[in-house]
């Protein structure tokens, strides 16, 4: 059986031009450093979900060059016509940059390579980074997504907060990167049926959400409103523990609110998550053979 590699996902806050998107993936390509298993785009979010494999201290490199093509491209400025943003929080033009690990004998290859990742974007791009999860005493995305791109910027410039790596305040296109190392989560989406609304998608959320009364632990969810035609209520989520947590047990809680219309995996998810997984809900655009991490990496 080959080494484990580690896994990149990092998150780039464009979805919708697909000549960028392409370019970017190009990018992360380019150097053979790393293997594209997959990118997930969604206009109504905006974003774009890239998933990469490769050997520690080689993956920083494949991962610094795209992220160099996407603070060139995308400008998440505080000019941005709100129209062009989209559903899904963020704070920089590459959203966030965690590195993965399989195993944890390699949690250390991971945080050390998150680190050299997190170096590049501060010093070689210019673009403020600021670590969250074990690599920051376990401080959330979501606190530092809190007010959003001009949220941030008031704390950083006000010295609520401080960069980790690079520059002290904001980039002017690019905003901030976040970066850690983890385990695989699974980011997961489920739409509801009507006549279920955005509010009934965004209490669902509250309650399920871990601390929530109804909390699932390690599950953090939003509730968002899509335009595909008619308005459509979806929960967005991750999934933080899909060992322990399959995708089985947050669609059965989900349900005891709302009718499920359909689900929505974003990048990869490890075999265990999909076990049980009901039938009767579909699941478009998934291949085992591309989205189950397992079978990806061939192991």
């Known amino acids: 059986m080959p080494d484990k590699p580690l896994l990149a996902v990092p998150n780039v806050s464009e979805g919708r031009q697909q000549a960028t998107i392409k370019a970017i993936a190009d990018a992360f390509t380019a150097g053979g ?3 594209l298993l997959d990118v997930h785009s969604d206009t109504d979010h905006h974003r774009s979900v ?3 494999a490769g050997a520690q201290g080689e993956l920083s490199d494949a991962l610094l060059a795209g992220a160099r093509l996407s603070v060139e491209r995308v400008d998440v ?3 941005r016509d709100p129209a062009a943003i989209g559903v899904h929080p963020h704070v920089g033009a590459v959203d966030v940059m965690p590195l993965v690990y399989l195993d944890a004998d390699q949690r250390g290859a991971a945080c050390a390579e998150a680190l050299v990742v997190a170096a590049g974007l501060g010093d ?3 673009v403020p980074v600021l ?3 074990d690599l920051a005493q376990g401080r959330t995305r979501a606190e530092l997504r809190r007010g959003g791109v001009t949220g941030l910027a008031r704390r950083l410039s006000g010295g609520e907060l401080r960069s980790d790596f690079g520059p002290l305040r904001m980039h002017p296109t690019a905003g901030a990167t976040l970066v850690t190392a983890r385990e695989p989560l699974v980011a997961f989406n489920l739409e509801l049926a009507p006549p279920a609304t955005v ?4 209490h669902i959320a509250g309650l399920i959400r871990e601390g ?4 699932l632990t390690g599950v953090r969810a939003i509730g968002v409103s899509l335009r595909r035609g008619d308005t459509v209520a979806q929960l967005s989520m991750n999934v933080e523990r899909p060992l322990e947590l399959p995708l089985c047990a947050v669609v059965d809680a989900v349900r005891r609110h709302a009718t499920v219309a359909s689900a929505e995996l974003v990048g990869l998810a490890p075999r265990a998550a999909l076990e049980g997984f009901p039938a009767d809900v579909p699941l478009p655009g998934f291949d085992p053979g591309v989205h189950v991490i397992e079978n990806a990496l061939g192991f």
């Open 33 to 35: 450093a790393a293997r």
């Open 50 to 52: 890239f998933t990469l």
């Open 77 to 79: 400025g505080e000019t």
């Open 124 to 126: 070689e791009l210019g």
């Open 131 to 133: 670590l969250y999860g």
């Open 199 to 202: 509010e009934d998608a965004k």
């Open 212 to 215: 929530g009364p109804e909390g």
